[in-house]
């Protein structure tokens, strides 16, 4: 029990242009639902936490209007990259939470 | 502010125990995780102790926690080549209602056939 589905697996966009990342939890509800980003060789950074019905509270230094959030069902929450730009690129990973955090496999965008 | 603090690297031979160590600062931290990341993949949770025990054993897993001096630490019998990853410790913060977790940076574990 309690996966997490990530997809795409893979990115790779021009600059310029929105990408979005989705994260389902499989086999249970999940009302709140993190998104992390992660940079070679280091831990995990929290963007922001997504509840479901509400808007998403980001972390200091996180552009809201950069990366966009909506948590539409308590087993559905989006990302969306707008405007990418080449810094973006990294590895962006979703978890999902029934109490405990459960982890999807990662997006890897990389942006051109 | 909370913190979680691990060593970066562990190096061990086949067949050996394994032993990861992290030391945190939010003594309220209603629980402790221990995931695992192989190479361009998410975490998996491995294991979680409540802060009210003190050992948890789950198959080649034993997870010791020291609330006194906020140590926790992961120790995997017989260790095996696909045990190679990257090991994350993690605490839920008491102030957070939504269940937010603070990582350690990751220690690498590299077993050795």
């Known amino acids: 029990g309690a996966v997490v589905s990530q997809h795409p697996s893979r990115v790779i966009c021009k600059s310029g242009t929105s990408v979005k990342i989705e994260c389902r939890s499989l086999?249970?509800?999940?009302?709140?639902m993190f998104w992390y980003r992660q940079f070679p060789k280091q831990s995990l950074m929290l963007m922001a936490t997504?509840?479901?019905?509400?808007?998403?509270?980001?972390e200091q230094g996180v552009e809201k209007d950069k990366f966009l959030i909506n948590h539409a069902s308590l087993t559905l929450s989006t990302l969306t990259v707008t405007s990418a730009h080449p810094e973006d690129s990294s590895f962006y990973i979703c978890?999902?939470?029934?109490?405990?955090?459960?982890f999807g496999a990662g997006t890897r965008l990389s942006v051109l | 502010g909370e913190d979680v603090e691990q060593s970066l690297f562990l190096s061990v031979r086949e067949g050996d125990s394994s032993v990861i160590n992290c030391t945190y600062t939010?003594?309220?931290?209603?629980?402790l995780y221990w995931y695992k990341q192989e190479p361009g993949a998410g975490l998996q949770l491995l294991t979680y102790?409540?802060?009210?025990?003190d050992m948890k054993q789950d198959q080649r897993l034993t997870v010791l926690l020291n609330k006194k001096d906020k140590h926790l630490s992961l120790r995997i019998a017989d260790t095996q080549t696909g045990d190679s990853a990257i090991y994350f410790c993690?605490?839920?913060?008491?102030?957070?209602?939504?269940?937010?977790?603070?990582f350690g940076q990751g220690t690498t574990l590299q077993v050795k056939p």
């Open positions: 978890s999902a939470s029934q109490g405990i955090q459960y």
């Open positions: 086999d249970f509800q999940a009302t709140t």
């Open positions: 997504s509840n479901e019905g509400s808007k998403a509270t980001y």
């Open positions: 939010d003594s309220s931290s209603t629980y």
């Open positions: 102790i409540f802060s009210n025990m």
């Open positions: 993690a605490e839920s913060i008491s102030s957070s209602n939504t269940g937010k977790l603070i």
